[in-house]
């Protein structure tokens, strides 16, 4: 009898799915190519033809021009080839998807990146039983345990309002981030305007257009220095300490990311106000994951691979690295 899922053959630029020619988040351009999500190192411009969610479809437009795109809705299945395949809630980003692929009796779903926790910008995560269960591992040591969001979120509130003369500017990743933060603070309570850096209003309009509410949203480019006294402010990682913050009132400088439990991470970035918010799951959510999931092997693609598979054996579950390339965990976390 052939090996358990010996019709998939991973490749350090991505997974290739035999029988039905087509690879899953290729980091080359490839010609037929299904894709989990709109983060840069799973979706790239350039294929032949993509099959992707909507919301992914709509990122994927934004961001490298019309695609050749099929979209299909979550819970819809299509045939490729030989395979049948399905899109399923990753609960990670807007429009992010695991993909399930069936081929002969086996099924084999492939993660894309998730997490677990609920996320008012996206669909929650669906659990998928399966033969072989495709995880990333970002976060995969014992020590990335994520505090509850809303608490983070209060803290930010806090400091905002115990520093009546600052204001406070939050790094965060472009994609699904920015977005998040700012729908997490409006579940909290927060209905003031929140300014954004130039670089994320596309997104923004975006994720707006596709039905995510945003509440008032305003550009700090048409702002004066007083008005932004005693207001969030969002920008991405790279603008926290350039030259644009400059013109912000006194700003307490933070960053919304998973990394931001390492305080090396922190002090690098010179961040006053640390939050652990991450689009990404934690140890305790990749295990308890992989509980749920109870596949007969997991095969792990990108982070921290070697806790995850000691894990994994103490919890009887053959586990097999993949070592694929190009899964940046810097920006997007
Ligand atoms: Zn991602
Ligand atoms: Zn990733």
Redo the contacts with the bound molecule.
């Keep these: 009898m052939a090996r358990l899922g010996s019709w998939i053959e991973p490749f350090p630029e991505g997974i290739y799915v035999k029988p039905a020619d087509a690879w899953v988040d290729p980091s080359q351009p490839r010609e037929r190519a299904l894709i989990t999500h709109g983060?840069a190192?799973?979706a790239r411009g350039g294929h032949g033809a993509v099959w992707a969610t909507p919301g992914t479809l709509a990122i994927m437009d934004a961001r490298y021009g019309q695609q050749n795109a099929n979209p299909v809705a979550y819970g819809e299945t299509m045939r490729l080839g030989e395979v049948e395949v399905s899109f399923v809630p990753a609960g990670h980003v807007l429009g992010s998807a695991q993909i399930v692929l069936d081929y002969r009796g086996e099924r084999v779903v492939v993660s894309?990146?998730y997490k677990r926790r609920p996320d008012p910008t996206c669909a929650p995560f669906v659990v998928v039983p399966c033969d072989i269960f495709i995880t990333?591992a970002?976060f995969g040591l014992p020590v990335f345990r994520h505090p509850d969001t809303g608490s983070e979120v209060d803290r930010l509130l806090h400091r905002l309002h115990h520093e009546p003369g600052r204001c406070v500017l939050v790094g965060a990743y472009a994609l699904g981030k920015a977005q998040r933060v700012i729908a997490e603070l409006r579940c909290r309570g927060h209905h003031e305007p929140i300014y954004y850096h130039g670089a994320m209003e596309r997104l923004c309009n975006l994720y707006e257009q596709l039905g995510v509410p945003l509440g008032e949203l305003l550009p700090v480019a048409g702002a004066k220095k007083e008005e932004l006294v005693g207001r969030i402010i969002i920008c991405p990682p790279s603008a926290l300490n350039d030259r644009w913050s400059r013109r912000l009132p006194d700003p307490v400088t933070a960053m919304a990311s998973g990394w931001m439990r390492v305080r090396q991470r922190a002090r690098q970035r010179q961040v006053e106000l640390p939050l652990v918010i991450s689009d990404h799951a934690d140890w305790d959510e990749l295990t308890q994951t992989i509980r749920d999931v109870a596949p007969k092997e997991v095969w792990i693609t990108?982070g921290r691979e070697d806790a995850l598979m000691h894990w994994c054996m103490l919890h009887q579950v053959k586990a097999r690295e993949l070592n694929l390339v190009g899964?940046?965990?810097e920006e997007?976390d």
């Design positions: 983060h190192d799973h894309g990146d990333e970002t990108h899964y940046e965990e997007e």
